[in-house]
């Protein structure tokens, strides 16, 4: 309507702003991914491998991890004992719910709910991916979400992998895959700074 304040809808979108295809939507952020500072998946897939053959992750596979996440923040780690890493990790591929799952890695020193989110994807990437303050904005953006946010916790996580569940089973991509999309996708609309 003329003169109101609200925004057209693009005919390739619904009504809260998600593309329709969201298929095509996911494979061109995803292709784009390569092209941002974000996880390697490759790195996380190798992760993923050694978690579940040994069952746990050490200190320094979970430094690993950290560091590829957040290099700034990487060197809190290493105040962890090694005793409490693998018992961490151990207990987190046994627990059901992903707020317990996060809420337990984030127990470690060096892990906030984006850094344990990189371990619960490697782990499964089917079931889990890796999220941060790019994939809230994108959800956000997208209208899975409302307001923004530059911190996180565990209910955060939840909050998050609801709907990158959501577009996973309706485009066949992995979750982690449709969290790396929406990091490119935050990553190529952004104007300004991230913070």
């Excluded at 809260?16 to 969201?22: E, H, M, Q, S, Y």
């Excluded at 020193?109 to 790019?134: E, M, Q």
Aim: negative net charge; glycine residues 8%; hydrophobic residues 35%.
């Amino acid at each position: 309507m003329a003169g109101d304040d609200t925004h057209a809808v693009p005919d390739d979108d619904d009504a809260r702003g998600v593309p329709n295809d969201l298929d095509a939507f996911v494979g061109e952020h995803l292709d784009r991914y390569a092209e941002t500072q974000g996880v390697l998946p490759e790195r996380l897939d190798e992760f993923g491998e050694t978690y579940r053959s040994q069952g746990y992750l050490t200190r320094d596979q979970l430094y690993e991890i950290a560091y590829e996440s957040s290099t700034r923040s990487a060197y809190h780690v290493e105040k962890n004992p090694e005793a409490r890493c693998r018992e961490v990790t151990e207990n987190a591929r046994a627990v059901d719910g992903d707020f317990s799952a996060i809420h337990l890695i984030t127990g470690l020193a060096g892990f906030k709910a984006p850094t344990a989110s990189c371990v619960a994807a490697a782990l499964d990437g089917d079931r889990h991916a890796v999220v941060d303050t790019r994939v809230w904005a994108s959800l956000e953006r997208l209208g899975y979400l409302d307001g923004r946010k530059e911190s996180f916790d565990a209910g955060d996580y939840v909050a998050m992998i609801g709907p990158i569940r959501e577009i996973a089973a309706e485009t066949g991509h992995r979750a982690v895959d449709v969290g790396y999309a929406l990091f490119a996708y935050d990553a190529h609309v952004r104007e300004g700074t991230l913070h």
